[in-house]
């Protein structure tokens, strides 16, 4: 499903020296594995995730998703992959505040091929149990039920790999949980690939398959030597 081989991505600083922030020799994911990803801050875990989505491009080496180079494509060519291939869910849930729950879900859907479906809406609202709130607009929602729209809206297009970055940063400790349980519960019904970035060794531990990005980052070890 995902396949990352001599990944490389460095900074332009403000005084023109270019700082190495990404050097990983190799990473794979196979179709509906669920892993987690954790390391210390400033060791490149978002940007990872940037780059498996398309959104930051690589300085140089392979990221193949779904059997696709995305280092050969443009930055709308990879626009409309991400949309077709990818879920994401973000730190800041990132729902427009003028459209309902239903809205922000059917919004996300329009950026895919094909894939503009209402019931499909819907009934991912109902699944993370906003069936009652389809209306309702992020104002009126509470931070746990934002994250579940986020959740549907991101599996609205049926994806190959979920990417989830922090998804309980801004979650009430008493809803952590369930947003974990939800979005791996529902990933494996769908049959998704998912990878969630967290700083939390209890979320970490319940998980089969744990990476840590300082030792599959050279640039982490190589500061670690020198230091």
Same mark, same amino acid.
């Given at each position: 499903?995902?396949?990352?081989?001599?990944?490389?991505?460095?900074?332009?600083? %403000? /005084?023109?020296?270019?700082? %190495?922030?990404?050097?990983? %020799?190799?990473? =794979?994911?196979?179709?509906? =594995?669920?892993?987690?990803?954790?390391? %210390?801050?400033?060791?490149?875990?978002?940007?990872?995730?940037?780059?498996?989505?398309?959104?930051?491009?690589?300085? $140089?080496? &392979?990221?193949?998703?779904?059997?696709?180079?995305?280092?050969?494509? &443009?930055?709308?060519?990879? /626009?409309?992959?991400?949309? /077709?291939?990818?879920?994401?869910?973000?730190? +800041?849930?990132?729902?427009?505040?003028?459209? $309902?729950?239903?809205?922000?879900?059917? #919004?996300?859907?329009?950026?895919? $091929?094909?894939?503009? $479906?209402?019931?499909?809406?819907?009934?991912? #609202? !109902?699944?993370?149990?906003?069936?009652?709130?389809? &209306?309702?607009?992020?104002?009126? #929602?509470?931070?746990?039920?934002?994250?579940?729209?986020?959740?549907?809206?991101?599996?609205?297009?049926?994806?190959?790999?979920?990417?989830?970055?922090?998804p309980t940063a801004n979650v009430d400790p008493k809803n952590q949980q369930q947003v974990i349980d939800l979005i791996r519960n529902t990933c494996r019904e769908e049959? !998704?690939?998912?990878?969630?970035? +967290?700083? &939390?060794? =209890?979320?970490?531990?319940?998980?089969?398959?744990? /990476?840590?990005?300082?030792?599959?980052?050279?640039?982490?070890?190589? #500061?670690?030597?020198?230091?």
């Open positions: 499903m995902l396949r990352i081989t001599n990944l490389k991505k460095s900074f332009v600083q %403000p /005084d023109g020296q270019r700082t %190495p922030i990404l050097d990983v %020799p190799a990473f =794979e994911l196979a179709a509906g =594995e669920q892993s987690v990803l954790i390391g %210390p801050s400033g060791c490149g875990k978002t940007t990872l995730l940037h780059i498996i989505a398309g959104i930051v491009r690589v300085d $140089s080496g &392979s990221v193949k998703l779904d059997n696709i180079e995305l280092t050969k494509y &443009s930055e709308a060519a990879r /626009d409309r992959i991400r949309a /077709d291939k990818l879920g994401y869910v973000f730190q +800041t849930f990132n729902l427009l505040p003028a459209f $309902s729950a239903l809205e922000n879900v059917l #919004l996300g859907m329009t950026f895919a $091929s094909g894939r503009h $479906s209402g019931s499909r809406a819907r009934e991912l #609202l !109902v699944r993370v149990g906003l069936g009652h709130r389809l &209306s309702s607009r992020p104002s009126t #929602l509470s931070v746990g039920e934002q994250q579940r729209v986020a959740v549907a809206r991101a599996l609205a297009n049926r994806p190959k790999l979920l990417l989830a970055d922090e049959g !998704v690939a998912l990878m969630i970035v +967290t700083h &939390s060794m =209890e979320v970490a531990n319940q998980f089969e398959r744990v /990476d840590r990005l300082e030792e599959l980052n050279r640039v982490v070890a190589e #500061l670690r030597e020198t230091a």
